[in-house]
């Protein structure tokens, strides 16, 4: 199947990575957003050899190849008209599309008003193409991990599934300080703070569990809690200073009357040692799911890269969801998919065939 590569930044590299080593993939194209990487090699801006094919900023040129998915992995959270412009575009010119984001597009359903989300069913309809998005959580985290476990229970009471990790070393300064508002003043209130963008964001994740689950929520609250530094510190590449968020605490929740039954949070820190009475991840990070019920389950997920960071392998385990579900996304019927719609995405031909691959 010919792909095509949407951004190249820090999804974006390894989901081109998982393209060039992909058995049932060609890499057609690379699409980036500035002159600087313009016409450069795409194994290059992979971090492998070079593969002969050179980076473009001209979209027109990509969607004339018509490839048969593209892998959309531009930064969305602070362009949605772009983004969603961007998938229209794609969709309506006959491409099918995996894409990390916009993430209520996962599971658009009750989150997000119907004018945000029809025009980009109808242009899945009238290019005959098909759009599944996973969300950069890494969603299968919050969506196939917890289902399974489910499938195990008598009695389900509660379901928590948890992001527990160290921020410090995410190379995305964008999406820390501007965006969650890390080393911003107690006063200051970031975008994703601002009252509802949490429940935009991740409202998904606990309206898609509910309709696997077949519970009718009666509503989906958010709620925070920050941390701040007790003394500056470095991190992330900046200075953190005294007083300011060092450690953010949130939680989007499914509730039945006053009782939370589906719940999605998030433990975010700079250091380690901050906030300790927060929940407290295996290693430097992980991912958490708990069942509360008949039985009970807890399953932590620890996350470690080739390089030893857990921010690495979140990363790339966003982009290699993605890359590996190319092909049933190329399958399915034409419309705007959930990961309900798909099968179980597996590492098909990925296993490594020499000792040191």
Not at 40 to 47: F, I, P, Q, V
Not at 148 to 167: A, V
Not at 247 to 266: N, Q, Y
Not at 344 to 356: E, I, K, P
Request: glycine content about 10%; hydrophobic content about 45%; aromatic content about 6%.
């Amino acid at each position: 199947m010919r792909v095509v590569q949407w951004s190249t930044g820090n999804i974006g590299k390894w989901a081109l990575r998982g393209i060039i080593d992909h058995p049932e993939l060609e890499l057609a194209g690379v699409w980036v957003s500035g002159p600087g990487k313009d016409g450069r090699d795409a194994g290059e801006l992979a971090g492998v050899d070079p593969v002969g094919i050179r980076a473009t900023t001209d979209a027109g040129q990509l969607i004339a190849t018509k490839p048969d998915c593209v892998v959309y992995t531009a930064m969305a959270d602070n362009r949605l008209t772009e983004a969603i412009a961007d998938l229209c575009l794609l969709l309506r010119a006959g491409i099918n599309v995996v894409a990390s984001g916009p993430v209520f597009l996962s599971y658009p359903e009750g989150t997000v008003p119907p004018e945000l989300i029809e025009p980009v069913r109808q242009a899945a309809i009238d290019g005959g193409s098909s759009l599944w998005v996973n969300g950069i959580d890494p969603g299968w985290a919050n969506d196939w991990l917890p289902l399974l476990l489910s499938g195990t229970c008598q009695r389900i009471d509660l379901i928590r599934c948890s992001e527990i990790t160290d921020y410090s070393t995410y190379d995305n300064p964008l999406v820390l300080f501007d965006i969650m508002g890390f080393g911003s003043a107690p006063d200051h209130t970031p975008l994703l703070l601002q009252p509802g963008v949490l429940t935009l964001a991740w409202g998904s994740v606990v309206r898609q569990l509910a309709a696997a689950l077949d519970v009718a929520l009666d509503s989906v609250v958010e709620d925070h809690e920050r941390f701040a530094a007790p003394e500056s510190f470095p991190a992330a590449g900046r200075t953190i200073a005294e007083g300011t968020m060092a450690a953010l605490r949130f939680t989007v929740s499914g509730m039945i009357a006053d009782r939370p039954v589906l719940v999605l949070e998030h433990v975010t820190r700079l250091r380690a040692d901050l906030a300790p009475d927060w929940p407290q991840p295996v290693g430097t990070g992980c991912y958490r799911v708990e069942i509360a019920g008949e039985p009970n389950y807890v399953v932590d997920v620890r996350l470690t890269g080739g390089d030893g960071d857990h921010n690495t392998a979140g990363v790339a385990s966003t982009a290699m969801r993605l890359v590996n579900a190319v092909p049933a996304v190329v399958a399915a019927p034409p419309g705007l998919l959930t990961a309900l719609d798909l099968p179980l995405t597996t590492g098909r031909g990925l296993v490594a065939r020499g000792a040191n691959a």
